[in-house]
T-cell receptor
């Protein structure tokens, strides 16, 4: 059974801090890893990672995949209160099935 | 429409009643997921439809839960004899699975969810 574990479960920081969120996985026939941000009901897509060691970047957010360690990190630099959300990691297997982790709840205080 | 549409957006029901939740995926998306999210929790997988294949129902928590996907498009999730622990946000997502096996583009598009409250 595919498994995705995210850490930490929750995190409280102050504006301007840098945070690193972790995602580790066990999946048969890995295809890709995806990161989502969930502020209200619907998660919104952030990144899809398929190749190890290649960083994807969007503004203050960046992510990288390590297939050897079966993990990924999501970095947020110069955090803002608007970054407060649940960050979800999901992995896709060869059958195109997505398995989500439990999420990391980030709170950024002013 | 342009995105995944779910209805109703909110539903309050009495314990013991049946409810039906609807999901309209993005046109052409062959894969459809139902998830449940209780307050403060992560996404709990319920069921997965992929094209004409038999659905993966391994996440359904009890036999009170069932789902259908008619014509490979619209899906309904039915909860019979609702219980208070069924209260949650029910999210639907669809993905476009390409024909080529060497390419992946499995970004999942989520609907806005249905908030179910069982009183």
């Amino acid at each position: 059974e595919d498994k995705v574990v995210q850490s930490p479960l929750s995190l409280v920081v102050h504006e301007g801090d840098t945070v690193t969120l972790n995602c580790s996985y066990e999946v048969t026939n890995f295809r890709s890893l995806l990161w989502y941000k969930q502020e209200k009901k619907a998660p919104t897509f952030l990144f899809m990672l398929t190749s190890s060691g290649i960083e994807k970047k969007s503004g203050r957010l960046s992510s990288i995949l390590d297939k050897k360690e079966l993990s990924s990190i999501l970095n947020i630099t110069a955090t803002q209160t608007g970054d407060s959300a649940i960050y979800l990691c999901a992995v896709e297997d060869a059958g195109n099935m997505l398995t989500f982790g439990g999420g990391t709840r980030l709170m950024v205080k002013p | 429409g342009a995105g995944v549409s779910q209805s109703p957006s909110n539903k309050v029901t009495e314990k013991g009643k049946d409810v039906e939740l609807r999901c309209d995926p993005i046109s052409g998306h062959t894969a459809l997921y139902w998830y449940r999210q209780s307050l403060g929790q992560g996404l709990e997988f319920l069921i997965y439809f992929q094209g004409n294949s038999a659905p993966d129902k391994s996440g359904l928590p009890s036999d009170r839960f069932s789902a259908e996907r008619t014509g490979g498009s619209v899906s309904t999730l039915t909860i019979q004899r609702t219980q208070q622990e069924d209260s949650a946000v029910y999210l639907c997502a669809s993905t476009q699975v390409p024909r080529q096996t060497t390419f992946t583009n499995t970004e999942a598009f989520f609907g806005q969810g249905t908030r179910l409250t069982v009183v």
